[in-house]
């Protein structure tokens, strides 16, 4: 190609131009780390979420605990300002409901008929007896308001906002702001009291802030880390700044162009900027440096047109190992693209195209700009070199180093080739080690797990999980293909078996909130105050028959002829012939029971101790616990109907001589109840499909994937035949992510190394190249894996990055170092005088461009997200590793074996 001065200022024009384009549309980019947006569109986790969405409503929620240093939360001002926060975000934009101490429902039973009131009376003035009717009413159904309304120890509370699914990022992030102020604004005139908010729409803000302050601080740091081995490297201003500003230029055109196709930025693509940076000026250094040792060959350059061709010459001859450098880089950044995982995609896109980028700037920009350069800035650089050559050698020599075969090189190649058996003995020992810490890696995608234990929403987040129910969660959708399939007695007793079975082998829930939790406090209210007759049940059935044959008969529906005719085809559930309590239990066998025997009368201690002795017996002997005891208690007094606090099964209690006359009864409680199961049910009377919202106190995906797979196998074996289940959710979200990441990472390795393969067997006209060369890569990312396995990192999503950047820039040692020998290969068959010259000319090379990218990496190591830091190491460490195999593995492979392409002029 032609160099010239015109040629140079179209080229700068034009490259100024694209870069302030691409600059002014980088601040229109957009973040995202919403997990439910990580997922291909047709993924089976990712359709159920939707269907789950579509079912039971939206599942994206804030969680917003706050707590006073006093005795209570209970107080009139406390539950006031809990209030007016509750009211002012139901009216915030894409908030769908809010579910708070101050709108929970309360079911129960008076005067014979269902009642569904607020938990709290209103107003509410926080007397005494106010504070203790509530706290009545919470342990009458504990389950359903200590750990996820209020605390234990009654000193906090927690609302639970939940979020609309088609909210973007910005809106996001615009409601957590308001949350925060509208918080912030009702708690600043009470004293003692705190906030803490969790949930995904906050990691998924917090992930967003940290990513401003990390292209805030790291781009800089990385800048100032370049051009510091840049300057080492030439120890001029030019050699310095060129490839620097190629690089630089190249980033913004990378990022300007995701802005502009409305690719967003996420926690894995926000290293682009540190990754192009580092490893793109590679390409400017490998141009500048052979553009002056082509100079300080070339006699005295005296005019401008002898210093373009020089320019064109260098330029020249290292074209080809560059654009095979870069090729064989795009290729490692590229295998990441069969990932499923949408960030993963976005980071093989547009890291490949960024290098591509990177080489069409440097190949024009950095000679554009010498072309420019002075003759007499040239002829300066000239002598400098001269002189600096004879200073060099004259400094060596005075310190009784030789520059020749018996150089410092020869004696590297010396100590390998005396020691190639300890060699290869040692380097099976790291192997071995490697295998080992990988059987120690853990895979994990848990969102929490990237930010440090010490940050803000780190400890809001484990203090929620440790003080109340949970902060992550999924759900066990139960599907019984029918309508009103739910209503069944058979799967309604399996699915509380299942929450028992759950929560008694997994520590980790926090709590299970079921449909059949609902079925039984509505059993239970109807029972209230009951007093039970000895009887027998099937004479029960026969005497009633009458009275009680629509409403337990078997029919498919539970609107009657008569029923549709009232009110236009609505039952009055206020009309008499309404169910009450009466109604319910009229019929009911409890033979001997002691509430039936003892109730009204003055108990003696005989009868006090025969009712402690049953309740002890039923609550499991010795081991039993005092809330087990009391549970036992109050059912054979059937306190509050306690004694009914089940799923209506046994027939011997209930006026039905079949366990199918039940579904019916189930039926006219769904009826009764005014209340919205919308949540749990996909149907208010009749529903064919359920779900069990599980809460877990850890985010640990082996432990989620462990409570789904026990309660898919308890399903299996014990749910009636019809019924499915399956689960879904955020949580169940991030266990497929999991498995994601085992199959995204088998198979970006498996095609980087095929690409690797093919390029070097392309190259060099044999397989066996391809074979040799991919060996010390194989040994570096081995290495890399055996690492992380003993040093406790965890392989998620980010870190899976490291395997794809080894490859792309570690083949780089590998082809530099190959194509050397090859050369050396072809001006002698003397193996050692081979080797010595390709470390000679190699290793330098090598070293410093492993030390440059390294360094470069290591700024990561200042991010904010505890995953990135380990990323900065790993690829630090990474680059150590494979520079150093090519240098060692590879000489020795390739004298051992001698392969024939070697010798071959191509």
């Given at each position: 190609?032609?160099?010239?001065?015109?040629?140079?200022?179209?080229?700068?024009?034009?490259?100024?131009?694209?870069?302030?384009?691409?600059?002014?549309?980088?601040?229109?980019?957009?973040?995202?780390?919403?997990?439910?947006?990580?997922?291909?569109?047709?993924?089976?986790?990712?359709?159920?979420?939707?269907?789950?969405?579509?079912?039971?409503?939206?599942?994206?929620?804030?969680?917003?605990?706050?707590?006073?240093?006093?005795?209570?939360?209970?107080?009139?001002?406390?539950?006031?300002?809990?209030?007016?926060?509750?009211?002012?975000?139901?009216?915030?934009?894409?908030?769908?409901?809010?579910?708070?101490?101050?709108?929970?429902?309360?079911?129960?039973?008076?005067?014979?008929?269902?009642?569904?009131?607020?938990?709290?009376?209103?107003?509410?003035?926080?007397?005494?007896?106010?504070?203790?009717?509530?706290?009545?009413?919470?342990?009458?159904?504990?389950?359903?308001?200590?750990?996820?309304?209020?605390?234990?120890?009654?000193?906090?509370?927690?609302?639970?906002?939940?979020?609309?699914?088609?909210?973007?990022?910005?809106?996001?992030?615009?409601l957590y702001n308001n949350t925060v102020e509208i918080v912030k604004r009702n708690l600043q005139t009470l004293n003692g009291m705190s906030y803490k908010i969790a949930g995904d729409p906050v990691l998924a803000e917090y992930a967003t802030l940290f990513m401003y302050a990390d292209l805030r601080n790291l781009i800089p740091l990385i800048t100032v880390v370049v051009l510091f081995c840049l300057f080492l490297s030439f120890k001029n201003i030019e050699g310095t700044i060129?490839?620097?500003?190629?690089?630089?230029?190249?980033?913004?055109?990378?990022?300007?162009?995701?802005?502009?196709?409305?690719?967003?930025?996420?926690?894995?693509?926000?290293?682009?900027?540190?990754?192009?940076?580092?490893?793109?000026?590679?390409?400017?250094?490998?141009?500048?440096?052979?553009?002056?040792?082509?100079?300080?060959?070339?006699?005295?350059?005296?005019?401008?047109?002898?210093?373009?061709?020089?320019?064109?010459?260098?330029?020249?001859?290292?074209?080809?190992?560059?654009?095979?450098?870069?090729?064989?880089?795009?290729?490692?950044?590229?295998?990441?693209?069969?990932?499923?995982?949408?960030?993963?995609?976005?980071?093989?896109?547009?890291?490949?195209?960024?290098?591509?980028?990177?080489?069409?700037?440097?190949?024009?920009?950095?000679?554009?700009?010498?072309?420019?350069?002075?003759?007499?800035?040239?002829?300066?650089?000239?002598?400098?070199?001269?002189?600096?050559?004879?200073?060099?050698?004259?400094?060596?020599?005075?310190?009784?180093?030789?520059?020749?075969?018996?150089?410092?090189?020869?004696?590297?190649?010396?100590?390998?080739?005396?020691?190639?058996?300890?060699?290869?003995?040692?380097?099976?020992?790291?192997?071995?080690?490697?295998?080992?810490?990988?059987?120690?890696?853990?895979?994990?995608?848990?969102?929490?797990?990237?930010?440090?234990?010490?940050?803000?929403?780190?400890?809001?987040?484990?203090?929620?999980?440790?003080?109340?129910?949970?902060?992550?969660?999924?759900?066990?959708?139960?599907?019984?293909?029918?309508?009103?399939?739910?209503?069944?007695?058979?799967?309604?007793?399996?699915?509380?078996?299942?929450?028992?079975?759950?929560?008694?082998?997994?520590?980790?829930?926090?709590?299970?909130?079921?449909?059949?939790?609902?079925?039984?406090?509505?059993?239970?209210?109807?029972?209230?105050?009951?007093?039970?007759?000895?009887?027998?049940?099937?004479?029960?059935?026969?005497?009633?028959?009458?009275?009680?044959?629509?409403?337990?008969?078997?029919?498919?529906?539970?609107?009657?002829?008569?029923?549709?005719?009232?009110?236009?085809?609505?039952?009055?559930?206020?009309?008499?012939?309404?169910?009450?309590?009466?109604?319910?239990?009229?019929?009911?066998?409890?033979?001997?029971?002691?509430?039936?025997?003892?109730?009204?009368?003055?108990?003696?201690?005989?009868?006090?101790?025969?009712?402690?002795?049953?309740?002890?017996?039923?609550?499991?002997?010795?081991?039993?616990?005092?809330?087990?005891?009391?549970?036992?208690?109050?059912?054979?007094?059937?306190?509050?109907?306690?004694?009914?606090?089940?799923?209506?099964?046994?027939?011997?209690?209930?006026?039905?001589?079949?366990?199918?006359?039940?579904?019916?009864?189930?039926?006219?409680?769904?009826?009764?109840?005014?209340?919205?199961?919308?949540?749990?049910?996909?149907?208010?009377?009749?529903?064919?499909?359920?779900?069990?919202?599980?809460?877990?106190?850890?985010?640990?995906?082996?432990?989620?994937?462990?409570?789904?797979?026990?309660?898919?196998?308890?399903?299996?074996?014990?749910?009636?035949?019809?019924?499915?289940?399956?689960?879904?959710?955020?949580?169940?979200?991030?266990?497929?992510?999991?498995s994601m990441i085992i199959d995204s990472q088998v198979s970006s390795l498996l095609l980087a190394i095929v690409i690797v393969f093919c390029i070097l067997s392309l190259y060099y006209r044999s397989p066996i190249a391809g074979l040799i060369g991919a060996v010390p890569l194989g040994i570096s990312i081995l290495m890399n894996f055996g690492i992380m396995g003993l040093a406790g990192i965890n392989l998620d999503m980010v870190t899976s990055l490291v395997a794809a950047i080894?490859?792309?820039?570690?083949?780089?040692?590998?082809?530099?170092?190959?194509?050397?020998?090859?050369?050396?290969?072809?001006?002698?068959?003397?193996?050692?005088?081979?080797?010595?010259?390709?470390?000679?000319?190699?290793?330098?090379?090598?070293?410093?461009?492993?030390?440059?990218?390294?360094?470069?990496?290591?700024?990561?190591?200042?991010?904010?997200?505890?995953?990135?830091?380990?990323?900065?190491?790993?690829?630090?460490?990474?680059?150590?590793?494979?520079?150093?195999?090519?240098?060692?593995?590879?000489?020795?492979?390739?004298?051992?074996?001698?392969?024939?392409?070697?010798?071959?002029?191509?």
């Amino acid at each position: 190609m032609k160099y010239g001065k015109n040629y140079a200022y179209t080229v700068i024009m034009v490259i100024a131009a694209i870069t302030v384009l691409f600059g002014f549309m980088i601040p229109k980019i957009d973040m995202d780390n919403e997990l439910r947006h990580f997922f291909p569109e047709k993924h089976p986790s990712n359709i159920r979420f939707k269907q789950l969405t579509a079912d039971f409503g939206d599942q994206y929620a804030m969680d917003i605990v706050i707590e006073t240093k006093e005795d209570t939360i209970l107080r009139s001002d406390y539950v006031a300002a809990v209030k007016n926060i509750s009211e002012e975000l139901a009216l915030v934009d894409n908030v769908v409901k809010v579910r708070s101490l101050t709108n929970i429902e309360f079911i129960t039973a008076k005067d014979g008929s269902l009642v569904v009131e607020t938990l709290l009376p209103e107003p509410f003035s926080g007397t005494a007896a106010e504070i203790q009717a509530i706290k009545q009413k919470i342990f009458e159904w504990p389950h359903a308001y200590l750990g996820t309304i209020i605390s234990d120890n009654f000193k906090g509370v927690q609302i639970v906002v939940t979020l609309s699914s088609i909210c973007t990022p910005s809106e996001i992030s615009a409601l957590y702001n308001n949350t925060v102020e509208i918080v912030k604004r009702n708690l600043q005139t009470l004293n003692g009291m705190s906030y803490k908010i969790a949930g995904d729409p906050v990691l998924a803000e917090y992930a967003t802030l940290f990513m401003y302050a990390d292209l805030r601080n790291l781009i800089p740091l990385i800048t100032v880390v370049v051009l510091f081995c840049l300057f080492l490297s030439f120890k001029n201003i030019e050699g310095t700044i060129l490839p620097l500003l190629a690089v630089l230029i190249s980033t913004v055109w990378t990022i300007g162009t995701m802005a502009v196709l409305g690719e967003p930025l996420t926690i894995v693509s926000s290293c682009l900027p540190v990754l192009l940076i580092a490893v793109g000026s590679a390409y400017g250094i490998h141009i500048v440096n052979h553009y002056y040792q082509h100079l300080e060959m070339q006699p005295l350059i005296t005019s401008q047109e002898c210093h373009c061709t020089a320019v064109a010459e260098s330029l020249k001859e290292i074209r080809a190992p560059v654009l095979l450098a870069g090729i064989t880089t795009i290729a490692g950044f590229i295998s990441t693209i069969t990932s499923p995982i949408k960030p993963l995609k976005s980071f093989a896109t547009f890291s490949a195209y960024g290098i591509v980028i990177e080489l069409v700037v440097a190949f024009l920009l950095i000679p554009a700009l010498l072309v420019l350069k002075p003759i007499r800035l040239v002829q300066k650089q000239q002598n400098r070199m001269k002189m600096h050559v004879v200073k060099q050698t004259a400094r060596l020599a005075a310190l009784g180093i030789k520059i020749d075969e018996k150089g410092f090189t020869h004696k590297i190649y010396l100590f390998f080739n005396r020691h190639r058996t300890g060699f290869i003995i040692m380097l099976l020992v790291i192997i071995s080690l490697s295998i080992w810490g990988i059987h120690q890696l853990n895979i994990e995608s848990a969102f929490l797990e990237y930010f440090p234990k010490n940050s803000e929403i780190r400890e809001g987040v484990s203090y929620i999980d440790d003080h109340y129910v949970g902060s992550t969660g999924f759900s066990l959708l139960i599907d019984g293909k029918k309508k009103g399939a739910l209503c069944n007695p058979e799967i309604l007793k399996q699915m509380d078996d299942l929450s028992g079975f759950l929560t008694d082998n997994y520590a980790e829930i926090g709590t299970i909130l079921s449909f059949s939790d609902f079925i039984k406090r509505l059993n239970q209210v109807m029972h209230k105050d009951m007093l039970p007759e000895s009887f027998d049940a099937a004479e029960a059935v026969d005497e009633n028959s009458q009275a009680t044959e629509s409403f337990f008969s078997d029919t498919e529906s539970f609107f009657t002829d008569s029923d549709a005719e009232q009110d236009g085809g609505m039952t009055d559930v206020s009309s008499p012939d309404r169910l009450t309590v009466q109604s319910v239990s009229s019929a009911v066998s409890e033979p001997s029971s002691f509430a039936a025997r003892y109730r009204g009368k003055t108990l003696t201690t005989d009868d006090v101790m025969e009712l402690f002795i049953a309740a002890y017996a039923q609550s499991g002997g010795k081991n039993v616990t005092l809330p087990d005891f009391m549970t036992a208690l109050q059912k054979e007094l059937n306190y509050n109907g306690a004694a009914y606090d089940e799923i209506p099964y046994d027939i011997s209690k209930y006026p039905v001589a079949h366990r199918e006359e039940l579904k019916n009864l189930i039926s006219q409680y769904l009826l009764l109840y005014s209340g919205s199961l919308d949540d749990l049910v996909d149907e208010q009377l009749e529903p064919s499909k359920t779900r069990m919202q599980i809460m877990m106190r850890v985010h640990d995906t082996g432990k989620i994937k462990a409570v789904i797979n026990a309660a898919e196998q308890y399903a299996q074996q014990h749910f009636p035949e019809g019924y499915t289940l399956e689960a879904s959710g955020l949580g169940e979200l991030e266990t497929a992510m999991t498995s994601m990441i085992i199959d995204s990472q088998v198979s970006s390795l498996l095609l980087a190394i095929v690409i690797v393969f093919c390029i070097l067997s392309l190259y060099y006209r044999s397989p066996i190249a391809g074979l040799i060369g991919a060996v010390p890569l194989g040994i570096s990312i081995l290495m890399n894996f055996g690492i992380m396995g003993l040093a406790g990192i965890n392989l998620d999503m980010v870190t899976s990055l490291v395997a794809a950047i080894a490859i792309g820039i570690g083949i780089d040692y590998t082809v530099h170092f190959m194509n050397n020998y090859h050369k050396e290969r072809l001006r002698t068959d003397d193996l050692t005088v081979v080797t010595v010259n390709t470390l000679q000319l190699s290793g330098k090379a090598i070293m410093v461009n492993a030390a440059s990218v390294g360094f470069g990496f290591v700024v990561l190591c200042f991010s904010r997200f505890v995953v990135l830091r380990f990323v900065g190491f790993l690829v630090a460490v990474v680059m150590l590793t494979g520079s150093v195999a090519a240098m060692t593995i590879l000489p020795v492979l390739l004298n051992i074996f001698k392969p024939r392409f070697m010798a071959v002029n191509r």
